[in-house]
Structure formats: C-alpha cells, structure tokens
C-alpha cells in the first residue's frame, strides 16, 4: 500500500518572530534538495511566504500505515534537520503531521482479489 505522510508547519526564527520570504524560499529549496538526497518517495513541498506556512509530502510504500508513518515522518525531519531547521535559531513549528487517508491505494494481484461470493 502507498500512504502519503504530510508535515503542516510555519518556519520560525527560535523567538517565534517571522521569517523574511527569500529566507522561506532557501529553507524550501534545500529541504527538497535533501528530500531527493534521502530518496523519499514523490516528495512535495509548498510554502507561503507571506506567513511561512509549509506543508511536506512524501509517499511511503508500506502495507503497515503507523510503519508507514515512522518512515515518512523520519525522511522529513532528516531533511529539516539536514536544512539546517534544527538548529539554534531556526525551526519549524509543527501544527499537523498525518497520514492520509485518502492516499492509501490498494492494488491487487489479480481481478481474483476482487471477486466476492455469496453462501
């Protein structure tokens, strides 16, 4: 099955105060670079840098969706941290991590796994 795991925060200096948006845009730009460098699966990310919300997608290919979870929640913190978000002065204020459930995709074998019978 393939979950997609989703980070919602807003990128804050360590005061809380706003992050001007050319700072928001490097922080974006090399959170994707490390993303790809950690090889997470169809990684996305979005910004506003008006009031630096951010939102970061990976897809995780897992039949387990809390396995799933530890493994997309650990590429995106990898990645914020590799950015440089986890150290003094700067960091992401999460305000939602989930799985979705809309991502979940079932593929079966065959059309058999598809089949129902009535007794």
Known sequence: MRYEIVFEGEIRSS???PVPPAEIEEWVHRIT???MNLGAGT???GASTGDGTVTIRVMVDNPDADLAHGIGASQIRAACHAAGLATPGW???WV???VDPGSEVLV???ASALATTNA
Request: hydrophobic residues 35%; charged residues 35%; glycine residues 0%.
């Open 15 to 17: 005061d809380l105060t």
């Open 33 to 35: 670079v490390e993303l």
């Open 43 to 45: 990684p996305s990310i």
């Open 91 to 93: 960091k992401v204020h």
């Open 96 to 98: 939602r991590i989930y």
């Open 108 to 110: 079966p074998d065959d």
